[in-house]
């Protein structure tokens, strides 16, 4: 046992989750995550929560997507729904034995199970919203996710662990530290009403912020952590974005994505390679082509692409903008089976401009050092 997975457990469970004593606690993930599911469920108890645990193959949405009709991929399973009307808390992990094991299934399907879940991702951001409920996911590395990342495991294990900040004694402590800072980061952000996005590589893009809210996301829901975020008014998004990096969604691959908006909504989109999977989870569903997220990504830890969105969308000096359901935490509104983050890169020459002010450039906030 790496004892950097006991130190991962506590993280998640006492600063991350904040398990309470009576807390129904669901514990998710694929069977190759299981040494930190069981870490998970004995820290669980620790903390005096109720551990339930659902373990999960790769093979079996494979299977539904390829042998699955129609109606069953649109099925609405009712214990799901029950589970996310009645647990406290939900960890998930994320690893997969093959990162790449839904890479040759139909587009159309993945699009039709996606939009399928649309009541599912509605009501998990509204009780999420609202602290009725609270979650949490974390990385389990794994041999496939390293060879992404082009890392052998021990590499792979050291740069996970490390974008945790498990390294230092005290993590919990560390990430309470960063908090300070990206709360000083989220009230330079506040009070302005227009964004404007410029990059090195053609972005040219702005959107109005009125009434929504700047949230810093500091190891409490995703782990490891590190970004501010906000949801612009659904149809005020204007301009060109071209992302720097693959836009990985469901095992497929998106490289050279560009999209372009007119009053919030995506009226074109191209990739250089995975163009009719990006198309078909755009078509889904009404709210999949509108913005429900623009964030910035806060993690200096983090410097290098690997192909995992959980990553490369807190890499210091990126920024990173989901298409679909937005969060609710900072008052969007729309809603999708969707919600597929995509990054870009300002490190080469970039700038956020709010209202006439530069508060971003080159991946750095102006006035405040991380």
């Known amino acids: 046992m790496d004892p950097r997975l006991q130190k991962l457990a506590k993280v ?3 600063y991350s ?5 009576g807390d129904l606690v669901m514990i998710q993930g694929a069977t190759i995550t299981e040494p930190l599911i069981i870490e998970l469920y004995r820290e669980t108890l620790r903390a005096g929560g109720n551990p339930v645990v659902r373990v999960s193959t790769d093979a079996l949405t494979e299977i539904l997507i390829k042998e699955g009709t129609k109606e069953q991929l649109e099925y609405l399973n009712p214990l799901s729904m029950y589970e996310i009307e009645n647990i406290d808390v939900r960890i998930s992990l994320w690893g997969q034995e093959n990162t790449r094991h839904l890479s040759n299934t139909d587009p159309k399907c993945h699009a039709i199970l996606s939009a399928s879940r649309r009541p599912f991702v509605k009501r998990f951001f509204e009780r999420a919203a609202t602290n009725e409920f609270r979650w949490t996911g974390s990385m389990y590395p794994t041999n496939s996710s390293a060879q992404d990342a082009g890392m052998s495991l021990g590499e792979y294990q050291d740069f996970v662990f490390t974008a945790g900040l498990l390294h230092l004694d005290d993590p919990i402590a560390a990430w309470k530290q960063i908090a300070v800072k990206q709360d000083q980061a989220v009230e330079l952000l506040t009070g302005y009403k227009t964004l404007h996005l410029e990059t090195a590589n053609g972005t040219d893009l702005t959107m109005n912020l009125e009434g929504r809210k700047w949230i810093s996301s500091c190891g409490n829901e995703n ?3 590190g970004e501010i975020f906000t949801c612009p008014v659904e149809d005020s998004v204007e301009g060109i974005i071209n992302f720097s990096f693959p836009a990985i969604h469901m095992g497929h691959e998106c490289s050279g994505v560009k999209l372009r908006f007119e009053k919030g909504k995506v009226v074109e989109a191209s990739a250089e390679t995975g163009q009719d ?3 078909s989870m755009l078509d889904q569903d009404e709210g999949a082509r509108r913005v429900g997220e623009f964030a910035i990504g806060t993690n200096y830890a983090i410097r290098e692409f690997t192909k995992n969105t959980l990553f490369d969308e807190k890499i210091g000096g990126t920024v990173h903008l ?4 937005s969060l ?3 008052g969007g509104v729309n809603d999708s089976g969707l919600h597929w983050d995509m990054v870009c890169d300002l490190r080469p020459g970039g700038r956020i401009t709010l209202d006439d002010k530069t508060v971003y450039e080159n991946g750095k906030f102006t006035e405040i050092q991380f």
């Open 223 to 225: 782990f490891p952590d």
């Open 277 to 279: 999977f990006l198309i």
């Open 12 to 14: 998640l469970v006492n």
């Open 17 to 21: 989750a904040a398990v309470k004593p």
């Open 322 to 325: 989901a298409v679909g359901a």
């Open 328 to 330: 609710r935490k900072a």
